[in-house]
Each structure stands twice: as structure tokens, then as C-alpha cells.
């Protein structure tokens, strides 16, 4: 069995790092390899950087960023951003890259998401389904570079990726893109009982609760935020150790885990479940806020 995984989505947009809000609106965040030497030392599993500018205007992947982050990148990397060709991922991979993500491509021409697993192998192919829609009677795929919703769902569009080929599916909905509100579990569930193919679900984080409904409610074999590790101090450390309460297996390799913590309603870390007196202040704090 795999164990649940924790990425970080790093949304680069003219080499710089943007929070994003539903694909419309981008506030700077800092440099791409800056947010990596971060996230390493954090103790992310994974590292899912995309080139949005690479995409939306057809400008080919930008290899330099490629070139700065993984001096500093040691988790598997996957990178995605104007992917056309096998040569282009071959590139990818020398520079470093573990993983490549496609999108626009595998709309465009699907035959090549085969191509590019069958050189390469599946495990290397992840294919990129945005939906939009804010139920299931209006689940869209979403193609970013024209703007607009296809007319397939994404459960048709995620077993024909699969068949083509895909190893992964990295799952986003539009409509919770940066809006801190949750992921969509009502998304989720569905694509990833229709393949047998690892789902990453993206979209929605706001607090650690978040992550862990999905892996709770749903059986996607890891979760993506973005948003919500760079403007967290310690988000993938406190995330994690939630995490750790309910499944086995989660990664902990940072010398700050927060031991014998728990976390408040909001999810913000509490105290040392083991320090009676300190319990008792909180308490009293809380009833006189109250």
C-alpha cells in the first residue's frame, strides 16, 4: 500500500512565484528556488513546480528555472509548463526532474501523453486535469490556455488519460483555486474510483483540517496545496503532524515534529498535551476571550 503523500505546488508565472486565486488573479510570492530550500527543509514529500506562463502563451518550458531549483530540491521533483516533445521532457529529466506534468498538450494531442510513456514509462507521466463547476452536474474539464470549459467530464477525460498512458493524475478544481474554503471532496471521490491510477487532489486549502478530511473522506493517494505553505509558518510541519494522529506512515524527518502537540479548533498548535498547567492557562484564556 502507498503511503499518503504531501506536496507542495510551486505556480510560476514570468519566474516568479504566485499566489494564485481561481486562475485569475496572481499575487507575487518570491523566487522558485528561494521556496524550494524552504519546502525541503520543511520536510514536503513531494515538489510539483508549473510554469504557468510556459503554458498560457505558448512560450516552450523554461529550463533555467529547472536549472536553479534543483540545486537546492531533495524530494522527487516534477516540473510542467509548455511541454510539447520528448525532448523537451528528456531535457527536463537530465536537468533533474523526476516527474513531468502535462496539461494543454494532452488535450491538444492526446496520442502524445503515449508517446511520452512509452519512451519514458508510465511512472514519469503525469497528466494535469483542471475542472470547473461547483457540483457535479456541472463538472467540467477546463482548458486554461483557451480560457474555457470542454464539453467532457472529468471522469471521462481522467480513464482516457489513464488508458493512454498517464501514471498520475494531478486533480485541481478551478473553483476552489486559492479561495482557502476546502478541497472538493465531491470531485475527488469520483475521478479517483474511476481509474487505478495514484490521484493527487488540489485546490482549496485554507488549514491542516483540510488535508486530512480529504485523506479521510476520499482515497486520493496524496494532497497538493500551494497558497497555504507560503503564507503558513510551519505549515508542512503542523500539517503533518495531524496527520501523524490518524495514519501510519506519514514522513516526519524535520527536527521540529511537535510531539506531544495538538492543535486548537482552528487548527493552529495548542499545547503540550502533557503539561497540565499549561493546559489549565489555555483553558482560562479561552474562557475569559469567551
Sequence with gaps: MLKKR???????????IVQSVGFRKYLPVGKPEIAV?????????EIVLLDITASNEKTGPNFAIMDNVTRS???????????TSVGQIQR???LGADKVCINSAALEKPEFVTEAANVFGNQCII???????ASVADYKVFDAYRGCAMRMGPIDWAREVESMGAGEIYLTSVNRDGSKAGYDLDLIEPVVQSVDIPVIASGGAGHPG????????????????????????????T??????DAFHGIRLN?????EGCSFDPGYRLKKRSDDYLEDLLYERIEAEVI
Design 127 to 133: 497528466v494535469s486535469i483542471d475542472v470547473i463547476g
Design 92 to 94: 527536463f529529466l537530465n
Design 210 to 237: 483540510h488535508v486530512l478530511e480529504v485523506f479521510k473522506k476520499t482515497n486520493a493517494s496524496a494532497v497538493s496545496a500551494a497558497n497555504f505553505f507560503h503564507f503558513s509558518e510551519h505549515s508542512v510541519i
Design 6 to 16: 504531501l506536496i507542495a505546488t510551486l505556480i510560476v508565472r514570468n519566474g516568479i
Design 239 to 244: 500539517t503533518k503532524a495531524l496527520l501523524r
Design 73 to 83: 530540491c531533495f524530494v522527487p521533483l516534477t516540473i510542467g509548463g509548455g511541454i
Design 37 to 45: 530550500e524552504f519546502l525541503n527543509s520543511w520536510g514536503i514529500d
Design 254 to 258: 524535520t527536527h521540529a515534529d511537535y
